[in-house]
């Protein structure tokens, strides 16, 4: 199972849950096949992933109080599950998003350095 | 902070886990229905769609599981479906699963209930915080160690404060209880002012007793209820505080109710009602003040920071002191006072019975590791029937260590409800065990589970599952999924399930030589030679009420209770006693001739016992006179004093003469009595002892509070106690009925213990065997029926029965062979530390070495026969057709 995972996953570790509080933050609520089509929108179909594997990231994120979720109706007339940021899933995105910030420009100086 | 939240949501989910899973799917399904809405929309037909749906989600059915795992924690629920899957497999074979509870509620059940006995005699402590500190006084005399004080002497040492901070004293004592109506026997205890603050304890309801309660002998009637006394003899009735009751027809008025976990000196007595030493009278019939009458028990609590050789040093040097105060003329007068540690309570009895206690828990820890052993060849022979499944479970992707910790939780269920019958075993052995021990006369003794038992019973179980379960489990996930490589385990297999028996056969062959040496030593002790003949003969005790020794009239009136009692229909005579042969008591002096040649003045004889008797005592007892004649009418109070001795002490005194008609010096007459007579020798107290010199006076000469009326009939003990209670009531009444018995009873009354320790061995020796016979049994069976294909061939090509059942019979006899190899030796090992408890049996007796290895080899025999008959009755043809 593990080795699947590390064969199709391009996401390193953790990003799928920053990238998932980003998104929810600029779309407001979502549900998950709603979070998978604005991600492969926004990556021009770069990011390529499984969208069942959304599903653990979304748990995580709701277990650690960053999003919740809430039942809702679909335009389509459809009960599906809609995740939103909370207050705390507010300032966790600000924090990884500097954090992230500071190791890419980290990484730049690094790699650009070494040539 | 973060983890915290995260650790609250997996434990939530953990509880609401079949919501969680229903929304999941919903959620789910939701999303593939708008992936396939899309795809649709895009033009794709419904099939295409529907696929590609499931394409672009990923595996449904994984994306679950990794979502289940992130959902809780993946052990602890792994672990709940392997306890539920555990529970099915054993619900699906329940005959295996009834035997193996059945085998261990057995073997931890007598584990429990002996543990019960360690933990209230040896391990409980006095439940206050300066248990260290608590010590008992005791008194060394010339000979031996007494722990009883009177109550001067108590006094004296309770004014050592600068060695004591506290010590208080307690007496135990049967008494008649009328609460207006009935009257009740019931267990009263005699405490000083301060013994409920020495414990500190306190009342549920009223007050406990307090120093003022105790200060003026007499002036104190009242009493505090043990709650249990409260629930069970009052009805849990709150309006009994300041209510008169009669104790010995004294009336005592109740003033509290003590709590129920209050449990005082003795960690393994109970007591109903405790009364100040101050009201001593009513209920023993001494005075307090008597510095004659050792009754009191004592408890002190060291002053904090004492060094404990200077509290030695300290008392040793009062001990002087103390005995000035103390009259002259008694045995006890010259005692050095001491102490020693009573942390866990008074000593009772906890020295006398640490190493039977002991002896019992190696015993019952025998039993269990039989009772495991047996398991164990339950468990791998499961296993083998359960090979396919294991490796089908191994092949569909079960982790072997997975495999394993079902197989070891399917054990601990096992063990743990094995562990709840057990422990309603125990307290069933436990109601038995306090029955044999405590006989008629201690119906008080307190021992009961509690935390730390149940914590033992636990330990056990778990200890239990690992013990059998390891193996088995090992064996198990050994299973290859490829049929043809079984090889290796297989045979290590089998030579585990073979020792397993000789294990047992040994284990058991200890437990039985053991069974067998009790037996015969409690048999050799119940019919030893006494001297006189204890067949039906009622021991009725005489107690006085008065505060003096009897005389006057209260000596006719027994005189005339005594003639009444031997005008009875069916009495062949009757006499009076004081104390009674084999009752516990015991009165001793040293005797020297007196008179004489020089050499005979020179003899002294220490240590000899005195009974006070009336006529017809010899006659009763059917003690031969041997000489001279029996006390008569003549040998009153004011006659010459006068002595019958035996056989023993004529010859120690006066060897090679006719001692009738010499004077005896020494002894508790004042006058030197002159010797009237010789009767046979006899032991006094004891079964055990040797013949002692003995000399009887007449009772009518003797200062006695009380005597034993000892009648020789044949008559039911239940009718004679109310002949004699009629008796004493009309001529008597100055005297109560103290103990009904018969000189049987109290013949087995001294031998209590060595009758618990035969009872419990034969009990455990039993059930050691049965368990071993089921082993060799199962372990034939299962043999049989593996090898039934092997006889059917080895049939079929002309093998005779015979030879079929010498393939079975050499498997019995060299598992057996190897069983005694290996278990005398340990039987007569193990059987060293039984010495002193055996009376002339020794430790490696010949006749129990044969007696145990006849029954081991009949008994695998019997056990063995079924399933190898089952072997010689195969039919070939069947038996190929078989697979």
Same mark, same amino acid.
């Given at each position: 199972m593990s080795k699947e995972e590390r064969g199709r996953s391009q996401i390193p570790q953790g990003t799928l849950d920053l990238i998932v509080l980003r998104t929810l933050a600029t779309m407001g609520p979502l549900h998950a096949y709603g979070l998978a089509l604005r991600l492969q929108q926004v990556s021009d179909d770069l990011l390529n992933l499984n969208q069942g594997t959304l599903y653990p990231a979304l748990l995580r994120l709701e277990q650690q109080g960053f999003i919740k979720g809430a039942w809702r109706t679909t335009q389509n007339n459809r009960e599906a599950k809609f995740y939103s940021l909370t207050r705390a899933g507010e300032k966790a995105l600000e924090q990884e998003t500097g954090r992230w910030n500071r190791l890419a420009g980290l990484m730049e100086k690094l790699l650009g350095g070494s040539v | 902070m973060q983890r915290l939240t995260q650790f609250w949501a997996k434990l939530r989910a953990l509880a609401g886990r079949g919501r969680s899973e229903q929304a999941l799917e919903k959620e789910i399904s939701a999303h593939l229905a708008m992936i396939e809405e899309e795809f649709r929309r895009q033009g794709m037909g419904a099939e295409e769609a529907r696929f590609g749906a499931r394409r672009a989600f990923g595996g449904v059915e994984q994306t679950k599981e990794r979502y289940r795992d992130q959902r809780g924690f993946v052990t602890l629920e792994q672990f709940w479906q392997d306890v539920r899957h555990a529970g099915r497999s054993l619900r699906k074979s329940p005959g295996f699963a009834i035997v193996a509870i059945v085998l261990l509620a057995f073997g931890i059940g007598v584990n429990t209930a002996i543990f019960t006995l360690v933990n209230a005699i040896l391990l409980k402590r006095l439940p206050i915080p300066e248990a260290d500190r608590v010590v008992q006084f005791e008194a060394r005399m010339k000979p031996f160690t007494s722990d009883g004080f009177s109550y001067p002497q108590f006094h004296e040492l309770q004014r050592q404060t600068s060695i004591f901070s506290d010590a208080a004293a307690f007496s135990g004592n049967r008494a008649v209880l009328d609460s207006g109506g009935d009257s009740q026997q019931i267990d009263v205890e005699l405490v000083t002012g301060n013994y409920f603050s020495f414990f500190h304890a306190q009342p549920v309801m009223g007050r406990l007793l307090d120093q003022e309660d105790d200060r003026v002998e007499g002036g104190h009637p009242v009493c505090v209820l043990s709650y249990q006394a409260w629930r069970s003899r009052f009805g849990a009735d709150p309006s009994v505080l300041g209510r008169v009751v009669r104790l010995n027809t004294f009336p005592f008025q109740i003033v509290g109710i003590a709590r129920p976990d209050f449990v005082g000196a003795e960690l393994q007595m109970r007591y109903d009602v405790w009364v100040p030493t101050a009201m001593a009278l009513p209920l023993t019939w001494n005075a307090r003040s008597n510095p004659h009458v050792v009754w009191l028990r004592t408890l002190a609590k060291l002053r904090p920071g004492l060094n404990i050789q200077e509290a030695h040093a300290r008392l040793r040097a009062a001990s002087t002191g103390i005995n000035d105060i103390l009259p002259k003329e008694r045995a006890n007068a010259d005692a050095m006072f001491d102490f020693v540690g009573a942390s866990k309570g008074f000593n009772t009895f906890r020295t006398k019975l640490r190493q039977p206690v002991l002896i019992l828990m190696g015993a019952v820890a025998l039993v269990l590791l039989i009772a495991c052993a047996n398991l164990t060849n339950l468990l791998l022979a499961r296993g083998s029937e359960r090979s396919q499944e294991f490796s089908v479970k191994l092949s569909l992707g079960i982790s072997r260590w997975r495999l394993m910790r079902q197989l070891l939780l399917e054990s601990l269920l096992v063990a743990l409800a094995g562990g709840v019958i057990a422990i309603l075993l125990a307290r069933e052995l436990i109601a038995v065990f306090l029955r044999l021990f405590a006989g008629e006369s201690g119906q008080n003794l307190s021992i009961s589970m509690d935390l730390t038992v149940l914590a033992f019973t636990f330990a056990v179980c778990g200890l239990t599952t690992i013990v059998v379960g390891l193996f088995p489990a090992w064996a198990a996930i050994q +299973?290859? +999924? +490829?049929? +043809?490589?079984?090889g290796g385990s297989g045979v290590q297999k089998r030579f585990v399930r073979r020792a397993m028996i000789v294990v047992q056969i040994s284990l058991a062959m200890v437990l039985l030589f053991g069974a067998s040496l009790f037996s015969r030593s409690l048999r050799k002790l119940k019919t030893v030679d006494l001297g006189f003949d204890i067949e039906h003969v009622a021991v009725i005790g005489l107690d006085f009420r008065g505060k003096e020794p009897i005389t006057g009239s209260p000596a006719l009136a027994l005189d005339e209770a005594l003639n009444r009692a031997r005008r009875i229909p069916g009495v062949e005579s009757a006499d009076l006693a004081n104390p009674s042969m084999l009752s516990g008591q015991s009165m001793t002096s040293d005797v020297k001739p007196r008179g004489g040649s020089k050499t005979d003045m020179t003899r002294h004889v220490d240590n000899v016992y005195f009974v006070f008797a009336s006529q017809q005592h010899f006659a009763t007892l059917h003690i031969p006179l041997l000489r001279g004649r029996d006390f008569s009418d003549r040998d009153r109070k004011g006659a010459p004093a006068v002595a019958i001795i035996n056989q023993r002490l004529a010859s120690l005194l006066w060897p090679g003469q006719d001692p009738v008609g010499k004077q005896i010096l020494g002894g508790w007459n004042r006058e030197n009595p002159e010797v009237i007579g010789v009767v046979g020798n006899s032991k006094y107290s004891d079964l055990r002892e040797s013949l002692k010199p003995i000399v009887y006076e007449p009772l009518d000469q003797m200062a006695v509070m009380g005597a034993s009326l000892e009648v020789r009939s044949r008559m039911p003990l239940a009718q004679m106690k109310q002949q004699i209670r009629k008796i004493v009531s009309s001529t008597a009444p100055g005297f109560q009925i103290a103990n009904v018995s018969t000189m049987e009873l109290l013949r087995d009354n001294v031998i209590a213990g060595d009758r618990l320790l035969t009872f419990l061995s034969v009990l455990f020796g039993a059930l050691g065997v049965v368990l071993a016979l089921v082993g060799i049994y199962g372990l034939i069976s299962y043999s049989v029926t593996r090898r039934t294909r092997e006889i059917g061939i080895r049939m079929s090509v002309g093998a005779q029965r015979s030879e079929v059942l010498l393939l079975f019979v050499r498997e019995v006899i060299l598992l057996v062979g190897f069983g005694v190899v290996l278990g005398l030796p340990l039987a007569l090992i193990l059987s060293k530390p039984l010495e002193s408890f055996l009376y002339e049996v020794p430790t490696a007796d010949p006749l129990g070495i044969v007696f145990t290895l006849i029954l081991i080899a009949l008994g695998s025999l019997v056990a063995s026969f079924l399933p190898v008959r089952r072997a010689t009755q195969v039919n070939p043809v069947e038996a190929l057709r078989y697979e």
């Open positions: - | +299973t290859d +999924t +490829t049929p +043809t490589l079984k």
